[in-house]
């Protein structure tokens, strides 16, 4: 069984960083697609960045995040890393990792695309 455990989340001031961390574990992490998806309490979650298993590894950004985040995979640890700068109050929310063992390049950022989810890591910026 698949299983997702975020970690990094904290509060920080607009304009600060933070990285993100998903352990992954229990399949082979090089068959996933990978996505960071965030969800503010009474919105829909909304994807924030996903990396392809395709062989090139295809990524894809929200617009509202291009730019100032980015997105890694490190295969050798089995970590998906969410690297984000330039943080603004409205990056506030709960970040989730997500997987999905097939390739969806197209289909990122689409929540229901992903079979498998972590509990999620707080990130707040204050202004």
């Known amino acids: 069984q698949v299983r997702l455990v975020e970690s990094g989340g904290g509060s920080v001031l607009a304009g600060g960083s933070l990285t993100l961390s998903c352990k992954f574990s229990g399949d082979a992490y090089r068959l996933y697609s990978m996505g960071w998806f965030r969800q503010v309490q009474g919105k829909e979650r909304e994807g924030v960045a996903g990396?392809?298993?395709?062989?090139?590894?295809?990524?894809k950004y929200a617009d509202s995040v291009t730019g100032r985040f980015t997105i890694s995979k490190d295969t050798a640890k089995n970590l998906l890393l969410l690297q984000m700068v330039s943080l603004k109050p409205e990056d506030a929310a709960v970040y989730y990792c997500?997987?999905?063992?097939?390739?969806?390049?197209?289909?990122?950022?689409?929540?229901?695309?992903?079979?498998?989810w972590g509990q999620g890591t707080q990130v707040t910026v204050s202004s």
């Open positions: 997500a997987a999905a063992r097939n390739s969806f390049y197209a289909s990122l950022l689409r929540a229901q695309k992903y079979d498998y």
């Open positions: 990396i392809s298993v395709d062989a090139d590894g295809r990524i």
